[in-house]
């Protein structure tokens, strides 16, 4: 997937707490060929004999050619052996940098000994983000990165990173940011290990079920759908940052899709978004889970940043607009693929519920004041529909072609949840 830069490039979808990383192993920096389909293995690292589940694997990149100095413009590792990992990003140091190049890797299936062919990353993610000038992007501890891919469990990976050819009237030679870093992340168990629960809310279930049409607060406002809880998909709540932080009201939700593939089952979906969760707080440096909510292909619906599913949670979704709205990311990329029917139906039911809890009417439109992007200077008054696109905010191919063009269906069918 593709998106455009502030000029015309695209940016997409997608996207440590912060606290140090330990330091790695040194990387292999032995040169690897870049036109073959299946290398020889490089001196691999020895394979540990137990694994511990959760946690992530941060590891430098090197250069592949001669170019040693910093930002040299091909880096990456030659395969090797590694600890078992689900999902797989690349970080650097600067999030302000954008990385003008192609990122590819390749895993080995823990399960049959199988390499992957080359796959390539989304190297646009920054709007994916809090807002400019918020605590969260002002912290010092976030950093650039790729949107993350789901590769299902694997021990074995080989990245190359390449920067863009230049113009043609260009001088010298693009490189690439400092401080390229492959993060391997092992997703952990379903249920969180009893320390948790000092900082999950008291009596939360796994699952909080659907509410009947009769039991509607308000007027306007669909039933509360299905959802299943922190709990229920396994948060641990170490990870993210103590206490919650809130805007005023939700007047739109903005529709994403995570961009981390399609090739999931819908009983992995829980281990994805602690993937997700993980790569968003420990290798971005996050606060917590950017999204407010995750929708899988077969229409659960996950709680995401932690806060309360009927507060409006501050999120980290759509740079420059997440004051009073929501962030609803649907596991997948849509780039040239249908979302499923459920998908979109959860979509409906979610957003007749929560924006109806505000007043909202899904098929209207609304204003939100820009915090700043690349289609929005800061302070402008934006209307926007009360469903939108990530696109919508900011100059991206989030949520895919083919999710976005689905959206007036999601409207209507929202609309008529809430009886409209």
């Known amino acids: 997937m593709r998106g455009f830069l502030a000029s015309s490039t695209g940016v997409t979808c997608a996207a440590a707490l912060a606290l140090p990383l330990a330091p790695p192993a040194a990387a292999n920096t032995t040169t690897s060929s870049s036109s073959s389909s299946a290398p020889p293995v490089t001196s691999p690292t020895a394979r540990p004999e137990t694994h511990a589940p959760g946690g992530t694997q941060s590891l430098p990149l090197a250069p592949l050619a001669r170019d040693r100095a910093p930002g040299a413009a091909e880096q990456g590792l030659p395969r090797r052996d590694v600890r078992h990992f689900s999902l797989v990003g690349v970080v650097w140091d600067n999030p302000a940098t954008e990385l003008h190049g192609r990122v590819e890797v390749r895993t080995r299936a823990t399960a049959t000994g199988a390499w992957s062919g080359w796959r390539e990353l989304e190297t646009h993610n920054a709007d994916h983000a809090a807002d400019p000038g918020t605590p969260e992007s002002t912290s010092g501890r976030v950093r650039g990165a790729t949107a993350p891919l789901w590769v299902g469990e694997s021990d ?10 230049p113009p043609a009237a260009a001088r010298t030679a693009p490189r690439l940011p400092t401080g390229l870093r492959l993060e391997l992340v092992d997703p952990g ?17 796994a699952v909080l ?7 509607k607060t308000k007027p306007h406002a669909g039933p509360r759908p299905r959802i299943t809880t922190r709990r229920g998909w396994g948060a641990d709540e170490k990870l993210r ?62 709680e995401g940043r932690a806060g309360g599913v009927s507060k409006p949670v501050l999120g980290a979704h759509t740079l420059g607009f997440n004051s ?77 072609k083919k999710l976005y063009a689905k959206l007036g269906t999601a409207r209507a069918k929202a609309a008529a949840y809430q009886g409209r």
Request: proline letters at 6%; glycine letters at 10%.
């Open 241 to 302: 940052q103590k206490g919650f932080v809130y805007t005023k009201k939700i007047k739109a939700a903005f529709v994403h899709h995570s961009d981390t593939g399609n090739n999931y089952r819908c009983s992995q979906a829980p281990s994805v978004i602690r993937g997700i969760y993980r790569y968003h707080v420990r290798s971005m440096g996050w606060r917590d889970l950017g999204y407010n909510f995750l929708v899988d292909k077969c229409g659960n619906i996950y």
């Open 209 to 215: 079920p659907a509410l009947p049409a009769r039991q």
């Open 324 to 400: 009073n709205s929501m962030g609803i990311a649907v596991l997948g990329t849509y780039s040239s693929k249908k979302p499923s029917s459920a998908a979109l139906k959860a979509i409906a039911r979610l957003t007749a519920w929560k924006v109806g809890l505000y007043g909202m009417n899904p098929r209207g439109k609304t204003y939100l004041k820009s915090g700043g992007g690349n289609l929005y200077p800061k302070g402008r008054k934006v209307r926007l529909n009360v469903i939108s696109g990530h696109r919508d905010g900011f100059a991206t191919n989030c949520p895919g």
């Open 156 to 165: 074995g990976v080989e990245v190359r990173v390449r920067a863009a050819d």
């Open 189 to 205: 168990e379903d249920t969180p290990p009893p320390a948790n629960r000092a900082r999950t809310r008291a009596a939360q279930p």
